[in-house]
């Protein structure tokens, strides 16, 4: 069974960076064609896709509120997920997970992911 673990997250003033980190375990990322992502969720709200990438062949998705400032990233041999975040915002501030689901290039919705990581803070400050 896969495991997830999140790493990276912190406390940062708006306009900084963090790069979050997903490493994966019991599990080898690039094995199958896998749709792997970052979520997030802030208190109050649902958990929504932040950016999502299928492994095979590195296609991403980007949701528009971080399109130009969040870059996904994969390293196979490392098998582990990045997100490079720039330009920090308040409003990204959330727990956010990391998430993989074979997807056969079609990337699934939040609720159809099942295995998750523990989920690393990002707090921004304005």
């Known amino acids: 069974q896969v495991q997830l673990v999140e790493s990276g997250g912190g406390s940062v003033q708006a306009g900084g960076s963090l790069r979050l980190s997903c490493t994966a375990s019991?599990?080898?990322?690039?094995?199958?064609?896998?749709?792997m992502g970052w979520f997030r969720q802030a208190p109050g709200k649902e958990r929504e896709g932040v950016a999502r990438?299928?492994?095979?062949?590195?296609?991403?998705w980007y949701d528009d509120s971080v399109k130009g400032r969040f870059t996904i990233s994969q390293d196979s041999a490392k098998n582990t997920l990045f997100l490079q975040m720039n330009s920090l915002k308040a409003e990204d501030s959330a727990m956010y997970y990391c998430?993989?689901?074979?997807?056969?290039?079609?990337?699934?919705?939040?609720?159809?992911?099942?295995?998750w990581g523990q989920g690393t803070q990002v707090t921004v400050s304005s």
């Open positions: 019991g599990y080898t990322i690039s094995s199958n064609r896998n749709c």
């Open positions: 990438i299928y492994v095979e062949n590195g296609r991403t």
């Open positions: 998430a993989i689901l074979r997807c056969d290039g079609v990337f699934p919705a939040v609720i159809q992911y099942r295995d």
